[in-house]
């Protein structure tokens, strides 16, 4: 029998959410500490929370994105009280950039139909009918409170100050309430893993991109799919409840988040029907840690053992299915082939002996 380990994961969004919840199916010793009050309090609950696969990206990325949707449905037959939806998503301005088989062109008619309250069509549209959304805090809420049942300890209000290690090895966490000893360490922090790694000597390419999340309350549904294009990325997170995201521009002024925010919503209201009646709830920032190329950051570090990274964008998109996998890397001590592609080696090839040696 494999040895039962103990095994802290750092951060409870949705990707270290995810990690507890797949290790808790497992006989560990798995311990879950957040710094906030509750689960996905930072960058997770102002997600866009589209789960989006459709994107070109590079080759050795591609099977992740591409086992996405599955391992959603697969996960609404674990989890029956996860509710997503399975509308689909619309975009149009360009229509070359993706080539998915899910995809497919809609005409004019066709997207009045999906779309009734819009007040004006293009002619035509991408329409990704496989594509899905969901509400980023019920998710990663959900997952905590299984993994908890599956038990899980969680520790909400705890801050880790240092990362313990004796040699090369992690040997536990100390924070705001204590020590705890662990044979593994799962950094989910999102873009605080940095600093974290930082006194050990590690260098990690993680960086902040920041992104707009507008709230707004809805008299009714008015948005049916979710719809990207060049006015405006929006969609209902509820009956009652409508979302839109913007990129972040700047700190203030004119190109602020809250001048950003308030366009948006302006724009929402003059471009549905029956949008005179919304009403603006909230405009946040959503600290997304971004990887230095953009994609995922996933393994043991090489230099220092029971040292696990994982950090991701797009995390909503991507942590059912590579949480799985890194369950499997820890409980049983491997080096899976499907996240060889994520390792922090690739930031660093000259210390990859593989390469070296070539």
């Known amino acids: 029998m494999t040895k039962k380990q103990k095994i802290t994961i750092v951060g409870a969004g949705i990707v270290g959410a995810s990690i507890a919840y797949n290790l808790s199916k497992e006989n560990q010793n798995v311990t879950l500490v957040e710094c906030h009050s509750k689960a996905g309090y930072g960058v997770t609950e102002k997600s866009f929370a589209w789960i989006n ?36 998503a619309l975009t149009w301005g360009n229509l070359t950039s993706i080539n998915k088989s899910h995809v497919k062109k809609i005409t004019r008619q066709q997207i009045s139909e999906l779309e009734p309250h819009l007040k004006e069509y293009p002619e035509e549209a991408l329409y990704a009918y496989k594509e899905g959304a969901v509400d980023p805090n019920v998710l990663t809420n959900l997952l905590v409170k299984i993994a908890e049942e599956n038990g899980v300890n969680i520790l909400f209000d705890t801050k880790v100050t240092q990362i313990k290690k004796e040699g090369t090895k992690v040997v536990g966490i100390h924070t705001s309430k204590g020590y705890i000893e662990s044979d593994v360490i799962v950094l989910a922090t999102g873009t605080a893993l940095p600093e974290l790694c930082k006194p050990l000597g590690l260098d990690i390419p993680i960086e902040s991109s920041p992104s707009i999340i507008i709230r707004m309350k809805s008299p009714k549904k008015l948005i049916h799919t979710l719809i990207s294009n060049s006015r405006f990325e929006a969609r209902q997170l509820s009956d009652y409840t409508l979302i839109a995201a913007e990129d972040y ?49 996933v393994g043991f570090h090489d230099q220092i053992k029971g040292l696990y990274l994982a950090v991701m964008h797009s995390a909503i998109t991507l942590s059912p299915v590579i949480s799985r996998l890194v369950a499997k890397e820890i409980v049983d001590n491997v080096q899976l082939e499907e996240l060889e592609s994520c390792r922090i080696s690739r930031f660093y090839p000259l210390n990859d002996k593989s390469l070296i040696d070539k």
Do not use: C
């Open 53 to 88: 696969p459709s994107g070109r990206v590079p080759n050795n990325f591609q099977h992740l994105y591409d086992e996405s949707l599955a391992e959603y449905h697969v996960l609404e037959k674990e989890i029956p009280e996860l509710k997503v939806d399975w509308n689909g």
């Open 249 to 297: 521009l700047d700190e203030n002024g004119e190109n602020g988040p809250e001048a950003i925010g308030k366009r948006a919503f302006e724009t929402l209201r003059s471009d549905l029907e029956e949008g005179e009646h919304l009403e603006l709830e909230s405009i946040k920032v959503g600290m997304r840690p971004m990887p230095k190329d953009g994609y995922p950051i």
